[in-house]
């Protein structure tokens, strides 16, 4: 299953919201994880089956979608917030990611 | 607290082998599958391979099978990474994963836990 992920970069100004896109080349239910990469620390699951929020991810953290068309939404930006985003899809080996979104500071 | 630490990167030839170990603690290791993934300098995560619980499945990214082998101890909490015939385009940082079950029929999951990386060159 291929993941297409969009934009590759997004700037945005802390208390912005911005949203993420990730498209499977195929139906996946609601099987996609959001992963955070930041430098020097351990990469981060934020959220699973679609919408889940893992255990200690800040409530301004939303996923939806299901089937082929998924978003991560993150609401009123934070200093910490920006890093790297991963979508990665589990409905099938092989377990593919998407192409990563860098968010920056505008 | 849930720790993975990996080891045994470096640089190595083409055509050689090197062999990358991933000690956890902090959960019951022989209750989770694991997995490896890694990241090619500049480039985004792809999954290598994965080994269920109690080692009996194994799953691999067509670039590695037949080259790679992922394996296990429970006795002593350490995942491992065989590799094999190297390849330049296999230089990168391997992360080992914890990763949990997606669902109550999937074989597959997502990664909850990961480890800082190991680096893993291969150059002549």
């Known amino acids: 299953v291929q993941m297409t992920q969009s934009p590759s970069y997004l700037a945005a100004s802390p208390g912005e919201s911005v949203s993420i896109s990730c498209k499977a080349s195929k139906s996946i239910s609601n099987n996609l994880a959001w992963y955070q990469e930041k430098p020097g620390k351990a990469n981060k699951l934020l959220i699973h089956s679609g919408s889940t929020l893992q255990s200690g991810t800040p409530s301004r953290f939303s996923g939806s979608g299901s089937g082929t068309d998924f978003t991560l939404t993150i609401r009123s930006l934070e200093s910490e917030d920006f890093a790297v985003y991963y979508c990665?899809?589990?409905?099938?080996?092989?377990?593919?990611f998407g192409s990563g979104t860098k968010l920056e500071i505008k | 607290e849930v720790q993975l630490v990996e080891s045994g990167g470096g640089l190595v030839q083409p055509g050689r082998s090197m062999k990358l170990s991933c000690a956890a603690s902090?959960?019951?290791?022989?209750?989770?599958?694991m997995a490896w993934v890694c990241q090619a300098p500049k480039k985004g995560l792809e999954w290598v391979a994965t080994?269920?619980?109690?080692?009996?499945?194994?799953y691999y990214r067509d670039s590695v099978k037949g080259r790679f082998t992922i394996s296990r101890d429970n006795a002593k909490s350490t995942l491992y990474l065989q590799m094999d015939s190297l390849r330049s385009e296999d230089t990168a940082t391997y992360y080992c994963?914890?990763?949990?079950?997606?669902?109550?029929?999937?074989?597959?999951?997502?990664?909850?836990?990961w480890g800082p990386g190991t680096m893993a060159t291969v150059s002549s």
């Open positions: 080994i269920s619980y109690d080692g009996s499945s194994t």
């Open positions: 994963a914890r990763q949990t079950e997606g669902g109550l029929y999937l074989l597959t999951g997502y990664f909850d836990f």
């Open positions: 902090g959960f019951t290791f022989n209750n989770y599958d």
């Open positions: 990665q899809q589990y409905n099938e080996y092989p377990l593919t």
